[in-house]
């Protein structure tokens, strides 16, 4: 069981460079999302979509672009990136439903941006 | 604005012993979630226990139990017989009122001693 895969595990960008993390999940979720974790701050939503073709702005979604045109798929684009986007960021995916349901999550992404 | 607040940085528990994490939230919604998720070194994100608001009786899995407070709106969280692998970052989450848009605090990182 495969669950939710994120891809590269580790980056380093220059300021200015751009990059896709990618997310891809395996139990047909229409619910995924885009977490960043900072020292003190917690998880914070940057973007989520319930379904293939529906995105979503989350909490900090300046700097960030996504699409959902397939359902396993969740790519998340840094066009030109910036040193405040040094983070761990996580995706994660639940069923449809209710707030209820359970988030499955990548084992994250850590990036630096110098 | 809903928002969850962890005001334990940091803890530390001798093994075998019992901890509670506290966990306060702001909605203003009669019906949710609530969520607590333990971040281990590995960096995984794992479900510890979850609350529906609706249910009188607190959430209880194994060690793992809560104090749900819903005019207080606290979700504590107590860990007995607490064991060296509980060590982690634990947080408190919430889906928000739409069930899409989960808050999470900034956590509360638990040592346990042996």
């Known amino acids: 069981n495969a669950g939710v895969t994120q891809t590269p595990k580790f980056q380093v960008l220059k300021t200015g460079q751009s990059m896709t993390l990618q997310c891809a999940q395996d139990m047909n979720h229409e619910y995924m999302s885009w977490y960043r974790q900072d020292p003190g701050m917690g998880l914070r939503l940057i973007h989520y979509?319930?379904?293939?073709?529906?995105?979503d702005q989350g909490e900090v979604p300046n700097g960030y672009n996504v699409s959902r045109s397939t359902t396993e798929d969740f790519p998340l684009r840094l066009l030109s990136a910036a040193p405040s986007q040094t983070s761990v960021y996580f995706c994660a995916s639940s069923a449809a439903g209710t707030g209820g349901r359970k988030l499955f999550f990548g084992s994250g992404t850590q990036l630096s941006v110098l | 604005a809903q928002t969850v607040t962890q005001s334990q940085p940091e803890m530390s528990v001798q093994e075998a012993e019992t901890v509670t994490l506290s966990c306060t939230y702001d909605?203003?919604?009669?019906?949710?979630?609530l969520f607590w998720y333990k971040q281990p070194p590995s960096r995984q994100m794992i479900l510890v226990i979850r609350q529906e608001a609706y249910k009188q009786q607190n959430a209880t899995e194994n060690r793992f139990s809560v104090n749900f407070q819903k005019a207080a709106k606290s979700f504590s969280l107590k860990i007995s017989d607490s064991q060296l692998g509980d060590t982690a970052m634990y947080f408190c989450a919430f889906p928000g009122a739409s069930g899409n848009q989960f808050y999470f605090g900034t956590g509360t990182s638990l040592t346990v001693i042996p």
């Open positions: 979509s319930v379904g293939a073709g529906i995105t």
């Open positions: 909605t203003s919604e009669s019906n949710y979630y």
